[in-house]
């Protein structure tokens, strides 16, 4: 399955959301339009917003893919960012638009027609935004792709936003409580603007230079203090001022490395290109970059100022 989904580029699964997100559209309106349910149109309006969001989303890793330049000397991966964010902000405006037709419908309410064929229509809709949901969640993890996962993300708010106006739905068919509608759709309003927050806070993070997650930067030391171990210990080998970031499929870790002053520079040199290779192995898309100090020199980092703390 792992190789199936490395083949699976995130640029081809983009390609793959923006023609499923054009099949749900129109699945979705024409349950709609049978129906005159303002919860089928809240379902079709999100599978709009998947629409703009795969196809931002398909432009960002194209930049993203492309190699560093004089003018961005460490690539541009946090394009992918971009995509997050601006598809969490479509999401806060689709939920805005949902919840006007919700309550001018809850002011007015309406009768529903022909509920069973606008119900099998948005099931059949759901299914594929599951499938794909699915495959680009856990090929987001193979390629440490934010773009990827802020999709997925959306298409499942989608398929469980569509199950809850599924239930509503058959209720109304039931009951015949016309309210239920439009209570139903802002419900849904509510549950995928949480979920634009959440994927406007992570594009902001990201942006920022977030940090590596704990359970990597905790890799990252404990093959640092398996190399001190093997050489003698911190007397001999030590590394300090450990500072990592993320951006987009990349990671990036600086430090420094003191070794003895005795040491030649070809074995130093030597030294060093095997901590990097150890830790670019050991974290995938991970770009070492580590400067050589002496022993017995201590270098401060530099704080908010730009002057040296301790």
């Known amino acids: 399955m792992v190789h199936v989904?490395?083949?699976?580029?995130?640029r081809r699964l983009l390609q793959i959301s923006v023609g499923v997100a054009v099949l749900t559209i129109a699945l979705k309106t024409a349950a709609w339009w049978v129906t005159g349910s303002v919860g089928l149109l809240s379902d079709a309006?999100?599978?709009?917003v998947n629409l703009a969001g795969a196809t931002f989303g398909l432009l960002m890793v194209t930049v993203a893919a492309r190699p560093a330049d004089d003018d961005h000397p460490y690539g541009h991966h946090k394009a992918e960012y971009f995509s997050s964010g601006f598809e969490g902000v479509l999401i806060g405006v689709a939920a805005i638009a949902i919840v006007w037709a919700a309550v001018q419908r809850l002011l007015a309410p309406q009768p529903l027609e022909q509920i069973g064929m606008g119900l099998w229509l948005?099931?059949?809709s759901s299914v594929f935004n599951g499938l794909l949901a699915w495959v680009m969640l856990r090929?987001?993890?193979?390629?440490?792709?934010v773009a990827l996962e802020g999709d997925a993300r959306h298409l499942?708010?989608?398929?469980?936003?569509?199950?809850?106006?599924?239930g509503g739905i058959a209720l109304v068919g039931l009951t015949g409580w016309?309210?239920?509608?439009p209570v139903i759709a802002i419900g849904v309003a509510l549950n995928i603007l949480r979920e634009g927050v959440r994927l406007v806070w992570q594009a902001s993070q990201g942006l920022m230079d977030e940090a590596l997650d704990p359970e990597l930067q905790g890799t990252i030391d404990r093959l640092l203090e398996g190399f001190t171990a093997a050489h003698g210990g911190a007397s001999v080998l030590r590394f300090d001022h450990v500072t990592t970031r993320k951006a987009g499929q990349r990671r990036f870790a600086d430090l420094h490395m003191h070794v003895p002053g005795g040491w030649s520079?070809?074995?130093?040199?030597a030294l060093?290109?095997?901590?990097?290779?150890a830790l670019m192995a050991a974290v995938p898309g991970l770009r070492a970059s580590i400067q050589l100090l002496p022993t017995d020199v201590e270098v401060q980092a530099l704080g908010d100022d730009g002057e040296g703390a301790a």
Do not use: K, M, Y
Not at 178 to 181: A, F, R, V
């Open 5 to 10: 989904l490395e083949r699976l580029t995130p």
């Open 45 to 48: 309006l999100e599978s709009l």
């Open 122 to 124: 948005s099931v059949l």
């Open 139 to 145: 090929a987001s993890r193979v390629h440490r792709s």
């Open 156 to 166: 499942f708010t989608d398929v469980w936003t569509s199950v809850g106006v599924i």
């Open 178 to 181: 016309l309210w239920l509608d």
């Open 265 to 269: 520079l070809t074995r130093a040199a």
């Open 272 to 277: 060093r290109g095997e901590v990097e290779q």
